[in-house]
């Protein structure tokens, strides 16, 4: 197993785009040793967290994200809500050599490291590391642009099949995403800075979610020796029969434990 495997492109809506890189996560004898995963989105999504659930908000934050038109799903990682549509990118990356001992603050900062270069690259952002005051999803590893708005964060699932670090760029933040991150926020019951939200676009509006997708397929290729390929038919087919019931959030760990691929 000494494979790398790059794919970009969308695989479906919100459920199958977050049901993937957990079937992913899971499978066994993968043959590769990593896959890096990059895409635009193509629904309008509001990735809760496990520790979101805890909340006694939930409810009401799932019924704020279902008026608002997207779509509630449990990711896998950890972290705290965030919502995105197709002004964003994602970056799905798994290490199939990853145990619990290499997890933590070293992987987080050396994707923040690697991340904030490219975000630099691509024109005038002031791309910073570090946390902003009342930001969303709160992290030490978040990306800021002058020390005030937050416009990537990450989060990390480490299993006995190795780890899954997913990051989520803004680029175009629409006012829905911004509205159904301040209102849903606001249901959990965490702190809100209303003007810590922000995409690329913001300081830099020439540049697109699409461009920003190819600059970062392009600097995981280079940086990790990477080989272009494709999805797995068979997880991409099983990922796509996962479907929300339309009323409570989808919970990607349960769908997976319950239909798990075959070896």
């Not at 691509?122 to 930001?135: H, M, N, P, T, W």
């Not at 099949?161 to 019951?189: H, K, M, N, P, Y």
């Amino acid at each position: 197993m000494t494979s790398r495997l790059l794919v970009s492109g969308s695989t479906g809506g919100a459920v199958t785009e977050l049901v993937i890189p957990a079937l992913l996560l899971r499978t066994p004898n993968a043959a590769w040793s990593q896959l890096v995963h990059i895409y635009v989105p193509q629904s309008p999504t509001v990735a809760f967290s496990g520790r979101d659930l805890r909340s006694p908000g939930i409810t009401k934050a799932t019924e704020l994200a279902l008026e608002a038109g997207f779509e509630p799903v449990v990711r896998s990682p950890g972290g705290r809500m965030v919502a995105y549509d197709s002004g964003a990118v994602v970056i799905d990356h798994l290490d199939a050599t990853t145990d619990i001992r290499q997890a933590g603050r070293s992987t987080f900062a050396a994707n923040a490291d690697s991340h904030v270069r490219v975000l630099r690259e691509l024109g005038d952002v002031d791309a910073r590391i570090g946390e902003v005051d009342g930001e969303y999803c709160p992290g030490e590893f978040s990306i800021n642009v002058e020390g005030d708005t937050k416009v990537v964060g990450s989060a990390q699932r480490v299993t006995a099949t190795g780890s899954l670090f997913s990051t989520v760029v803004q680029v175009a933040v629409s006012d829905r995403v911004r509205a159904v991150i301040t209102d849903v926020s606001e249901a959990l019951g965490y702190d809100l800075r209303q003007s810590s939200i922000a995409g690329l676009a913001d300081y830099a509006p020439a540049l697109t979610a699409d461009e920003v997708a190819a600059a970062f397929v392009t600097d995981y290729r280079d940086r990790l020796d990477m080989t272009d390929g494709q999805l797995p038919a068979e997880i991409v087919a099983h990922a796509s029969t996962a479907t929300p019931d339309g009323t409570s959030p989808f919970h990607v760990d349960d769908w997976t434990r319950a239909h798990p691929v075959l070896a």
